[in-house]
């Protein structure tokens, strides 16, 4: 065995051996590659393992089974120290634009699977890692191996159909719609079903990958290194290669960490600020990575991976009989949703027993199984313990001591009598933490239905893994039958309880799961008896009872206009073009700012943050951080004139430091710049603040009502016809309200910037931003100078979705002014966590209002309030609030309206634009109140829809003409492709068939106007030259964030310039090409730039002409090369401004776009879950530019609305605390939660005359469909409840979650669990 001194660490990454003699332990392998090795393909998404851009391969030669083994882990959990002798696989080592595309980057980026394109190095990783390992995968495979990436742009179909090409039983993902409706539609309007030819994908060949690295498998040498790694800050990694050597090293540091996937460690240092410094690896100890298959059962080594464990209990399951593998099957079930695969490729058995949380998958299987555990320490040597009772001692606490390490664990085989079931319920399934989970082992004396014994174990349900024990006992002996379910419940409410504060809330919904597991159990175990006892327990109708949900094979179609056969094949207007960074995206090559290499001199940023929500500052002193090696400044609002402090993007209400008093947590009091970010994380930290309380804390918009905190200039009443005579001369009124969550932006790439001061008074700034004009305004006025100094530069960014408009200045003020003050380059990129904590979101809103109808269901009147949750400072919320006003009747016609709108002023972070800017939320109203209307006369809410519905000739309430509206069009198509009457019937059987399932089945119409309702914003530049290859460099002033705006431009350029789209270029966005641009939002940036860019290519075309005419017989390379010689410009600039728009003109908005989503939803009213198994959009999209770009934001912004309407929740701490910081808190929609069948189609024969090519505006329009989904959830709850003669009418406010619906079924489970404890505080309220 060699010694641990002086061995470098040693590893391979994408073929080439590095060799470092000094690796630092507080590296993650992430960290190094983009800082060290500079492979910036891999991206920085969370730091927490829980969005998966940072997926990387490890592969390592397996000596005990001699193969080779290839795994995507997370490279931001993983220690630098821990890949010694291995090797690493980047995105970068799988192919490039340069050389020749791996397969799967190739098809993800044909198959329209990017956008932003943040997250889709990582998710080519785990495709690729999989196929390393499974070359022929099946649809399970790639089900499991995506669990662990995100994307929050595409809607994820299009990722799984490109991948789905890969799998061996792949076949067209349109089923029976395929092809079906290519001769042509009821407009005699032929349709196209194809966004890419499959067929024309380069083919996988695995023998061409890249070979393993020949040292790595013929020698073991590094398999038998002792290592010892350490840096200045005296942190020491450890890996020993025997048993002895890690129980000495525990002997001598108690407090050192055992690190196997570095899954919790990793979390521990990253978010709660744990310092270790103590690290050893026992991944080369075989006792501990030992999988032994033993007469009692499977003995695993506590190293042994999720993975690894999963592989044994598949063999076992598939070789023994049934009931000797109950319990592996639960196992093997609970696996499948544990984090995601590149969690379960390195997380270990043990770490999660020792890690002891009380919401850990594994413990309450292993409690209710009473597994044995072999302990060992070094003073004491090895024992045997069970997982009983007595096991876990305290909040992350057991009684293994920290001297010992756990050996191994047994997993005992299971008997003929005896049955086991887990069950875990989260708010998403894929990849989340539970709420609660439960594990039931039930034994039955032999050849009888009497319990012999029952262990019932629980998390989510106290500080730790609980063993209900006194409701084993209540049980035990008892006859299986349906007394048993009362027994059991007395017990579990006296045994199991929550107080009404207890960490993670929900506290009534918690204790409801567990009586509803328990009978969830009792259905499944019921069912089981029958098939041997032949007797029946249970009611068919309960039968699906004990189901759970399991992600269903996709299935979809995608139909748009086919292009006239007489369009010149060189032009690629209308033809679904693959977006202009696809290929980039997807092997890594593609830039975002934080890729930017260093500059000389840089400096890092870090941010000191607000903790409190409304405080005195009494004193900052940074002393003990600028004490620190490596940090510069510190600067506060000391260092600047009161009056250029003051900032704000329409009034400046904000300051960039904080003088005197906080108004928000997560404001910036000051900003530590050092060498690098570890140096200035570390500082920031340093920073003491002392503060003074200031009452009250103002977070809900109740609160602010309650203490009449408005914007006062900002509220308003608008009137529309006689509202006071409509009330009084219908049929019917009606009073509601309904109230909806925030949301947070969640794109990939956090805000970021870069600074560079230039020429002594200039300024070069990076920005991830989707407004440079305005950073460029903004910073001019911070630094008082003039913006003809100041450049700012966005070559893309990773998602905006508004939350990159204003807000960007978080990154880019901070950075310029200290770039600016000190004189050297300055950078900062947002922790997700800050992120999430400064950023703002979507705006909550709550609307309370009154109706007006007649008998036949016309609604004649609206009386409305409407309030919005602002946070502390004004930003964009007056203006979200007006297009919520306008947006408040959607696709109908109401003639007297009155809207009361107040925007409030609370102590949360400033809230801000999000796609749809306010729409959705109160679009939200309108399909409520067609739906009371209809309740209310019990008529059908199509008809009352179809009654209501906005036509040409229509006023809005805001008195614009509605004209060219393609609403009913959108609305009878979406009917009659989704079979909605006949299916409408089916779920009704199903509700009549099945108690404790539900389905629904709902419309939602989409009216959304298109425009900055501020005139002036509706103008656009353009700059295009052409050079005298011929080639052609367009900018324009929007900015490309994944909504394909780019690829866009580009077909317009080549349409006007009739040149192939391959000579045209597009490079960046820059304040110095296109000056004065507004910002990229509204989603107009295709007409408005679309305009712009045409009208420049037109000047240059027109002046091309004459050699056109003269030489014809020349090409276009030819042509350019003559008027240059002839002295002609070939370069021109192009201005575009909507025309005919304005208050003044009685058209605020420009057009409308429309569109229709029917979706049908399953829940489980036992747990709240629920499954959408079908969704259909008609999107009417004019003449759609690019048919693959279109229908990519229609599902992505479908994915983006489901999210809002049931499923992200934004909690905060009653003292304005937000918890719900990083992707582990705040589950957006992963792969496993698109709708089973997913079908799109774009509205055929509906030229737009108001926009370029007679397109329209995409990019936030789809995104209210998804309340499709909120609706179907709503119908089907309804039918829960007339189960219990509830009234199917209730209030559930958006989004949705697991825990509404479940409290909103109502039952004799949820009857018995009692109203949370009165004046109690909370430990989570809703903004
Ligand atoms: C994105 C993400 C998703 C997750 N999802 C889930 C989930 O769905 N369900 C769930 O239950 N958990 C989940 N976790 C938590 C975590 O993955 C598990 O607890 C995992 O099993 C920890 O294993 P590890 O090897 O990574 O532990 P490590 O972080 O390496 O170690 C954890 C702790 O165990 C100790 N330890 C490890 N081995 C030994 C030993 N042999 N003897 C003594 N002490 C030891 C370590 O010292 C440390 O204190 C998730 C974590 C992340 C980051
Ligand atoms: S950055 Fe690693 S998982 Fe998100
Ligand atoms: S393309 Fe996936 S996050 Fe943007």
Redo the contacts with the bound molecule.
């Keep these: 065995m060699a010694t641990c001194e002086k061995i470098p660490l040693t590893f391979f990454v994408n073929g080439k051996k590095i060799s470092d003699n000094e690796p630092d332990p507080d590296y993650t392998l992430l960290r190094y590659l983009r800082e060290k090795l500079r492979l910036c393909g891999t991206k920085l998404g969370c730091d ?3 969005c998966g851009a940072c997926t990387v391969m490890l592969s390592r030669y397996d000596r005990k089974t001699k193969t080779l083994k290839h795994l995507a882990v ?1 490279a931001c ?1 993983t220690p630098i120290c821990s890949v010694h002798g291995l090797a690493v696989t980047t995105v970068e080592g799988i192919g490039s634009t340069r050389t020749r595309l791996h397969p799967v980057q190739e098809r993800i980026s044909k198959a329209h699977g990017s956008q932003c394109g943040f997250c889709t190095p990582g998710i080519v990783m785990s495709m690729y890692a999989l196929l390393r390992s499974t070359p022929k995968p099946n649809m399970k495979d790639l089900e499991a191996t995506l669990q ?1 990436n995100l994307c929050r742009c595409t809607g994820y179909r299009p990722i799984i159909e490109g991948f789905r090409t890969f799998t061996a039983d792949y076949e067209c993902g349109m089923g029976d719609k395929c092809c079906k409706l290519l001769n042509g539609n009821e407009c005699g309007v032929e349709v196209e079903n194809k966004l890419y030819e499959p067929n024309h994908f380069a083919s996988y060949d695995p023998s061409q990958e890249p070979i393993f690295p020949p040292e790595l498998k013929l020698s073991d040498i590094y398999d038998q290194q002792t290592l010892k790694f350490t840096n200045d800050r005296n942190v020491v990694w450890f890996r020993p290669t025997s048993l002895k050597q890690l129980l000495e090293f ?1 002997k001598a540091h108690n407090d ?13 240092i990253k978010s709660k600020n744990l310092d270790y410094k103590l690290f ?1 690896s ?1 991944l080369q100890i075989d006792e ?1 990575t030992r999988i032994e298959v033993n007469e009692k059962g499977i003995k695993v080594g ?2 042994v ?2 993975t690894e464990l999963e592989t044994v209990l598949k063999q076992e399951i598939e070789i023994r009989v049934e009931h000797e593998t109950r319990l592996f099957k639960a196992i093997l079930e ?1 696996l499948h ?4 695969q ?3 490729n ?10 002891a ?1 009380p ?5 309450p299987i292993f409690a209710a199984a009473g597994i044995e555990l072999e ?1 060992e320490s070094f003073d004491f040597g090895r024992k045997t313990i069970k997982m009983r009772q007595d096991f876990f001692t305290g909040y992350r606490k057991n009684i ?1 001591k920290d001297s ?4 191994s664990i047994s997993l005992p085989r299971t008997f003929k009598n005896q049955y086991f079931l887990a069950y ?1 319920q ?1 708010k998403r399934r894929d ?4 709420i609660v ?1 439960a594990a039931f082992n039930v034994v039955f004396k032999e050849e009888t239905n009497i319990i012999d014994k029952m262990e019932l174990a629980f ?1 989510g349900m106290a500080a730790t893994t609980i063993l209900a024990s006194k409701t084993s006992n209540a049980v035990k002996g008892k006859t299986w039958d349906r007394s048993l379910i009362e027994i059991a419940n007395k017990s579990l409410i006296e045994e199991v309880q929550l107080s009404s504060d207890a960490p993670g809330g929900m506290i009534r919904y918690r204790r409801s799961l567990t009586l509803s597991l328990f009978f969830k159990m009792f259905l499944a175990i019921s069912q089981e008896l029958e098939k041997t006892n032949q007797f029946s327990l249970i009611d068919e109708r309960e039968k699906s009872g004990a189901r759970t949900f399991h992600t269903l094979l996709p299935k979809s179609s995608q139909l748009f206009e086919k292009v006239s056969t007489n369009q010149p094949a060189i032009d690629p207007i209308y033809r679904p073009k693959v977006h202009s960074s696809a290929f980039k995206h997807a092997t890594g090559e593609a830039v975002y700012c934080d890729d930017i290499p260093k500059f000389e001199g840089e400096l890092y940023l870090a941010l000191v943050l607000s903790e409190k929500a409304h405080a005195k500052i009494i004193s900052i002193d940074a002393t003990e951080a600028l004490n620190q090696f490596g940090v510069h400044a510190f600067l506060s609002a000391k260092d600047l004139p009161k009056q250029q402090n003051q900032i704000g993007p329409l009034i400046n209400d904000e300051e960039l430091f904080i003088s005197e008093i906080v108004t928000s947590q997560g404001q910036a009091l000051g900003a530590i710049v050092a060498d690098n970010k570890m140096i200035a994380r570390r500082a920031a930290r340093l920073v003491k603040v002392v503060y003074e309380d200031l009452f009250p804390v103002i977070v809900t918009i109740e609160d602010a009502i309650k203490h009449k905190s408005f914007f006062s200039d900002h509220s308003n009443v608008l009137t529309h016809g006689d509202v006071e005579n409509a009330f009084k001369i219908a049929d019917q009124t009606l009073n509601d309200e309904f109230r909806i969550g925030g949301q947070e932006h969640f794109y990939l790439e956090t805000q970021a910037a870069i600074a560079v001061p230039k020429d002594g008074d200039e300024l070069e700034i990076f920005a991830s931003t989707q407004q440079p004009g305005a950073v460029q305004k903004r910073v001019a006025q911070l630094l008082n100078i003039p913006t003809n100094r100041i450049t700012v530069r966005t070559k893309r960014i990773g998602g905006g979705f508004g939350g990159k408009e204003t807000r960007s200045a978080v990154a880019s003020m901070p950075v310029a002014f200290a770039a600016y003050t000190i004189g050297k380059p300055v950078r900062m990129m947002l922790d997700r966590d800050e992120d999430m904590m400064i950023s703002g979101t979507r705006h909550p809103f709550l609307f309370k209002y009154k109706l007006a109808f007649m008998n036949d269901g016309k609604i004649i009147g609206l009386d409305i309030q409407i309030y919005n949750n602002a946070g502390f400072s004004l930003d964009f919320s007056a203006l979200v609030m007006e297009k919520a006003v306008l947006s408040i009747t959607n696709a109908y016609e109401i003639s007297n309206v009155r809207i009361e709108s107040k925007v409030l002023k609370t102590n949360l972070p400033t809230n801000t634009a999000f796609r749809g800017f306010g729409q959705p939320q109160a679009s939200m109203v309108s399909e409520h109140i067609i739906r009371d209307v209809a309740r209310f006369l019990k008529k059908d809410y199509l008809d009352i829809m179809t009654i209501n519905m906005m036509k040409d000739g229509d006023l809005t309430h805001y008195k614009q003409l509605v004209e060219n509206c393609t609403m009913r069009r959108c609305f009878d198509e979406v009917r009659k492709n989704s079979e909605l009457e006949r299916r409408s019937l089916e779920v009704k059987k199903f509700n009549e068939q099945n108690r404790w399932r539900k389905r629904g089945i709902s419309l939602v119409n989409t009216m959304f106007s298109i425009g900055f309702s501020e005139k002036f914003l509706n103008q656009a530049g353009a700059l295009v030259h052409i050079y005298t290859d011929g080639h052609v460099l367009i900018s324009h002033g929007g900015v490309e964030m994944g909504q394909g705006l780019h690829i866009k431009m580009l077909q317009v350029a080549s349409n006007v310039l009739k040149t192939p789209i391959e000579k045209i270029h597009l490079q960046e966005t820059a304040t110095d090409k296109v000056p004065n641009a507004t910002s990229t939002a509204a989603s107009v940036s295709t007409d408005m730039y679309g305009g712009a860019v045409m009208e420049a290519c037109k000047i240059l075309y027109d002046r091309l002409t004459p050699y056109r005419e003269r030489k014809p017989e020349k090409n276009w390379d030819e042509w350019v090369n003559d008027a240059y010689f002839d002295r002609v410009s070939l370069s021109a600039t192009g201005f575009f401004r909507t025309d005919d728009i304005g208050e003044d003109v009685g058209k605020i908005f420009n057009y409308f776009t429309n569109g229709s989503g029917v979706s049908e939803v399953e829940i489980d009213c036992l747990t709240g879950d629920h499954q959408v198994i079908r969704t259909d959009i008609v999107m009417d999209v004019g003449s759609s530019i690019n048919p693959a770009i279109d229908i990519g934001q229609i599902e992505g912004g479908f994915m983006q609305g489901y999210g809002l309407f049931t499923m992200e929740e934004l909690i905060y701490s009653p003292e304005g605390k937000l918890y719900s910081r990083g ?2 808190m705040y589950k957006i929609p992963g792969f496993a939660d698109i709708p089973a069948e997913f079908n799109v189609s774009l509205l055929t024969g509906a030229p737009n005359p108001r926009a370029v090519y007679s397109s329209k505006a995409i990019g936030e329009p789809p995104l209210f469909i998804a309340s499709s989904v909120y609706f179907a959830i709503k119908e089907a709850i309804g039918a829960a409840r007339l189960e219990e003669n509830l009234d199917p009418h209730f209030n559930l406010s958006s989004p949705a979650t697991v825990a509404k619906i479940r409290m909103a079924c109502q039952d004799d489970f949820t009857n018995k669990i009692k109203e949370d404890g009165e004046g109690c505080k909370s430990w989570n309220i809703m903004p």
């Design positions: 927490e393992g829980g997370n959990l662990g525990k050192a960490k055992i690190v196997v996937g570095n899954t919790e460690v990793g979390i521990e050893a026992p501990l506590s190293a991976t999720l609970m949703w544990f984090g995601g590149q969690v379960r390195v997380a270990s058995v043990g770490g999660n027993i020792m890690t949380s919401i850990s998958d594994l413990n302990v293994i010992e390490v756990l050996i875990k989260a990849d989340d933490i539970a989970n998390g992707p582990g």
